[in-house]
Every structure is written in C-alpha cells, then in structure tokens.
C-alpha cells in the first residue's frame, strides 16, 4: 500500500502515503516532492521507529546512549500517512489521513501532533478528536501527545476522552556537561555537545557574564538573556559566555544562536526551566546549570580579575536518580472537560534515542563527523509512540480487547513510585498529580494481565457530547445514527463523571457538605472465582465510600457496578484546589488503581 515510487515498502514498512503537502527542502539537502511521503525533517521517522523499530544492536548519537534500540512493540508491521509539513499540518489531512489508516486496517494509530493550547476550542471543533472519535466506532485505538506547553494547568491538548493522552516522563539516564572554573570548582551541567573544547591540552576560556559584554545601548536585562543584538562581538569573542533565563521569549536555541554569531566559544546558561531536558548544541560547546550552580559561576566571575572556564565534554551519566519524574515541558490539565482527568498516563519523552533521517545541519553534526542515523529528542511527541507501542503489545496478546480496554489495563496498571521507591514527582521535586501524570509511567508488562478493565463505550461517548452541551441533532451526525437520542438531564457537565466509564474519576464541582456519588463498571479479565478488595488513598478533609467495597466475580468476561461516593464536610480543612487520590482494587495478585481528582 504504498501510494509513491518514493516510497519503498517492505516487511517492516506495509504502507506510506501523502496528502499534499507543500514542496519543501529536507534537512538533508534533498528536495523534497509534495508528492513523497518521505520525511523529510527526522520526526516521523523518530516516532514511528520508537513505537515499532525493529531491533538493532549498537545504536547511539555520536557515541552516546550506545546500546541495542528497538520499538515498543518490535515485530509490529508500520504504515506511514504524512498529513504535515514545515508549513503545519492541514486539517483536512490530518482527518484524511486518519480515515485512511482505520480504512486500510490498522490497530493503534498514534499521533505526535497537536495544537497549542491556547487554540483549543471545543472537541467537535478539532478535527483530530472527530478523526479519533470514528476511529473508536471501527474498533482502532488512537493514541496523542498532550502537548509541551507544561508545566502550567489548562494546557494538555489532544483530551478528548475517546482519545488517550500521553504526559512524557524522564528516564533513568542524564547527558551532563559539567563547567570547570578557573578556581579548579566543576559545576554540574546538563547538555549534549560535542565541542572539542576541553580538549586543547587542558586550556581555559575568559568567562564573561552577558551585561559585562552588551552591545552600546542594550538593556542589561537584554544582554543578561542573551537577546539578538544585545551582546557586542569585540568582548564576546573567543570567551565563553554566561547568560540567565529569566525571559522565556528567548528560546535555548537562540541563545546559543546568539552567543555563537557573536564569537563566543561557548555557552553557560543559568535556568531552571527546562534544566532536566538536555539541549542537543552539536558542536558549540553549551551548558545549562541551575540557579544554584549559577550563583556560585557568578560569584567566581564578580571575586576573579580574569575569570576563566571550560565547558566539559558531554556524559552520559546511567542509573540516574530520581526517575521517572515529569518532564518540565509536559502539558497538564485538567484538559477542555474536566470532568474527564487528563492527561492520561505517562511515558518516556526526555533525552530519548532513535532513528531519524541523516541530517546535514550543522547544528547537529559535530566537526568531522558524518550524519547520524539516530537522534536524541525530547518531547511529548517522543512518550507518544512508547505508548502507542505498548498498546500494540498489550493488543497483539489480547486481539478481542476494545481499544478502551486497552487504554483501561495500561492506565489501572501504571506505575506511581520512581526508582528510589518514593512518590512520583515533577522536574521541580513537587508531587506529581493526576493533573501531571495522569495514572502515572506506564508498565506494558504488568498491562498484559491488569485483573479488572474499564470498557468505555461509544455510546458512553455520545452521552457525554450530549452532557458536555452539544444539540441532539449534532450528536446525530456525529453518530451517523439518526435514531439517536440524548439521555435525560443533558447538557448538564456535572452528569459527565458517571455517565462515561472511565479508568480515572474527576469531580470538577464538588459542593460542601453535599456528597457527589460517581459509579463505575469493571470487567474481569482475569481468573474466575476472584474477589476484589477496595482501599482508597484520600488526602485529609475529603471522605471517599466505596459501595461495595468487595466485588465478586464468578468468572471471566463478567462485570460488577459499584458507586464511589466523596463528602468533603462543611467546615473541613481542605487544600485549595485539586486534591489527588486513588482507589484502587485487590484480590491479592493484581492491583487495579483508578486515580482521581476532586475539587471544591
């Protein structure tokens, strides 16, 4: 199914097709024809050889992360639809494309695309929930990124509740580039570069803080951020600059743009934001430290008449601890309903290595080097396909299961401690919620038998477009079914929670004194004869009751109601906002956890 002599298909590779899309010049100085679904920028390439790469030993980026790369689900068949290029991403493609790859027969679709967060609308707006929405009807599980407008709330994108929402998370190791100051302190700092540095017979650079090398009429505040135009190039050059990160208008990379089109040998950034995602600098040599770390750099330029430094190669540094922790970029919710908790589940999405096309970008091949085959990239484009991979594990083991029964084993089975033992946190050491990290990181193996699912259905879906506000009449066409009709009550948001069966629970209205009773429906899909237990986590001040407590299943495929009810006491003690907790099903051998997310 291959639509271009382009295109070369092949076991691994069943299918590519294009939509259109613009005539535009490759990374790696091919041209591009709008008639290829070739990539021609190295994401496509990236995602899908992350979901489904076949194995290969000896992988690495230019010596780093050396080892064996493969997919998340390794024997898996791909099929490519190229909906975008630099020019975005038409709509009518992106819904084409999708129509296309439920048409051609494919399980799990995933989609590393979305919209900024300040441009989402409403669902029935968007047209990658409408693709993802029929998708559902065929049986086909869509898999999005929720976005990297993180960390602030109100910015997952793609939350749709027929859709699932991957959040990324770090992984247990860390590319550092240390700076070794001229008083003999090596500062730890976080990059990949492969400036040489460090490795001119030991010599160190002058070091030079940006307001002591602005450009005649630059704002210090300017020249502090590295701003275009704010440095001058006479006392820049040949020195390794330091700039802060206080104006988040002013990217890493063009600040490394700037430094390096001043004369600068290097860069040493001082930031917290961003600092636990590693920037790919290439040759130039660049290091970001914290604010702490920064202080001190500073405090040696101020106490020093000459100040100098080096930035050190760069390192890869395993077993790194904490991990997982949310990556700082990650979008969290609560998403455009939040009767629905969004994001979904976790997965990796920082510092991650695999295949792209060879790039000719000099900002990424290091001197003397040929194109790499294989990138380090980080972003929620990158946890994407890692679920989309595990989906289609867990569904090459259970071929009958619906796509939400697969979203259902992998958010109830999700992992919520680092490999320290201790709770999931963001990049900042904050707990992480469910408004972060949705279930929590992914665990594929413990997916494959999660005991109990949650079989969210279509008209579950159509119920909640009816108390979400949309007219019976829309509702209908989207159905495709005219005899549709809305339930009783719609619209009225506060029904939503009961109405879709949900592997997660979200109370965005809950009135004091006045309990709100939540019911759920779990499948057993694993031994007869079992019993499962209730416990609940609960902060202080909110009350949960589960009723049952106990469920009973006789044997397999059968399935047991209970009702979850939260009381939060007139005059209690609660924390403003969101409070997180979970309740979570045993019978001994499997833990089937549904967080949730209740706010008064």
């Not at 030991?202 to 704010?230: D, H, I, M």
């Not at 990049?427 to 992914?442: C, L, P």
Request: hydrophobic share 40%.
């Amino acid at each position: 199914m291959c639509v271009s002599a382009m295109c070369r298909c092949r076991r691994k590779l069943i299918g590519a097709r294009y939509y259109g899309v613009q005539p535009e010049s490759a990374s790696n100085g091919s041209s591009a024809a709008a008639g290829s679904p070739r990539d021609t920028v190295g994401h496509g390439t990236h995602t899908a050889s992350t979901a489904a790469g076949a194995v290969v030993a000896g992988a690495d980026y230019y010596g780093l992360a050396r080892g064996a790369a493969k997919g998340g689900a390794p024997a898996s068949r791909v099929a490519v639809y190229r909906a975008c290029s630099l020019g975005g991403c038409p709509e009518s493609a992106v819904l084409k494309a999708m129509d296309d790859a439920v048409g051609d027969g494919v399980d799990v679709v995933s989609i590393s695309v979305g919209m900024a967060s300040a441009f989402q609308g409403d669902f029935l707006g968007d047209t990658i929930a409408l693709g993802a929405f029929h998708a559902h009807q065929r049986g086909v599980l869509v898999v999005c990124s929720g976005g990297n407008d993180g960390p602030n709330p109100y910015t997952v994108v793609n939350s749709a509740p027929w859709i699932l929402t991957v959040a990324a998370s770090s992984i247990d190791r860390s590319f550092q580039s240390g700076v070794a100051l001229g008083d003999g302190a090596v500062v730890k700092g976080v990059a990949i570069n492969f400036s040489n540095q460090s490795l001119t017979g030991g010599r160190q650079y002058p070091l030079v803080f940006g307001p002591q090398a602005a450009a005649q009429y630059a704002p210090v505040a300017e020249a502090s951020n590295c701003y275009p135009g704010s440095l001058d190039a006479e006392k820049v050059a040949g020195k390794i600059v330091v700039c802060v990160g206080t104006d988040p208008m002013v990217s890493r990379r063009v600040k490394k743009l700037v430094a390096e089109g001043s004369g600068a040998v290097g860069l040493v950034l001082i930031d917290d934001a961003e600092k636990d995602v590693p920037f790919v600098a290439g040759g130039f040599a660049f290091s970001q430290v914290g604010t702490d770390a920064g202080a001190q750099i500073l405090e040696y330029i101020n106490a020093t008449k000459n100040p100098t430094a080096v930035i050190l190669p760069t390192e890869a540094v395993s077993d790194f601890t904490p991990a997982p922790v949310v990556a700082s970029f990650s979008a969290r919710g609560p998403g455009l309903s939040e009767s629905i908790l969004k994001p979904d589940l976790m997965a990796p999405g920082v510092s991650i290595l695999a295949a792209t096309i060879p790039s000719a970008d000099s900002d990424e091949v290091p001197p003397g080097k040929k194109p790499s085959a294989y990138a380090i990239k980080s972003g929620t484009s990158m946890a994407c396909p890692h679920v989309a991979g595990a989906a289609a594990f867990v569904k090459s083991a259970h071929a009958g299961w619906t796509p939400s029964m697969i979203r259902s084993a992998l958010m109830t089975t999700a992992v919520t401690t680092d490999n320290l033992g201790k709770p999931l946190a963001s990049s900042t050491g904050a707990a992480a919620t469910g408004h972060d990290m949705g279930a929590g990181e992914m665990s594929p193996l413990r997916a494959l038998s999660p005991g109990l699912v949650f079989d969210t259905t279509t008209q579950d879906y159509l119920d909640f477009l009816c108390y979400y506000g949309y007219k019976e009449q829309l509702v209908r066409k989207i159905a495709g079914d005219a005899r549709f009709s809305c339930p009783a009550g719609a619209p009225s948001p506060d029904l939503i929670a009961s109405a879709v069966n949900y592997p997660s629970i979200s109370l965005p209205r809950l009135q004091r004194g006045k309990p709100a009773t939540v019911a759920r429906t779990a499948m057993n899909v694993g031994p007869s004869n079992a019993t499962y237990v209730a416990t609940v986590e609960a902060p202080p001040g909110l009350t949960v009751r589960v009723s049952p407590d106990r469920l009973v299943f006789s044997r397999r495929w059968t399935t047991a109601r209970y009702e979850v009810s939260f009381h939060v006491a007139a005059g209690a003690t609660v924390s403003k906002g969101y409070a997180h907790g979970a309740l979570t099903w045993s019978d001994g051998a499997h833990s089937v956890r549904t967080p949730f997310a209740v706010n008064d």
